[in-house]
């Protein structure tokens, strides 16, 4: 499959991404040339050639799905893994009660 803009778009539409933090990236290594789609600060990858051709490595990666492309896979893992970032901080006062609840459960 090669991977377009335009797919990078709808998909970021549908996972909740922001489509401006996609970047077709090209590293030299000595005598190799990678080709990459970055999200965010290079912090994920998804590595392809240079038709922009999946090879399928990228990260992150949490299960393969049976009707899903790897470009979607990725994309979707990326959207899963924000999602878990944003839900592990609580405001002090927010988790105030959670936290005496737990305590007083487990008598820590």
Known sequence: MIITDDILQNLS????????KFKFIKKKFFFNIKYYIYYSS????FEINKYKKDI????PYFAKVKDLDN??????SI???QDKNQK???DLDKGLSE??????KYKV
């Open 99 to 104: 936290r005496n609840e737990f305590k007083s």
């Open 42 to 45: 290079e912090e994920y990858f």
């Open 88 to 90: 592990i901080v609580y």
């Open 56 to 59: 399928g490595k990228f990260f």
């Open 71 to 76: 470009i979607e896979i990725w994309i979707k």
């Open 13 to 20: 539409k549908k996972y909740n991404l922001d489509f401006k």
């Open 79 to 81: 959207y899963l893994t």
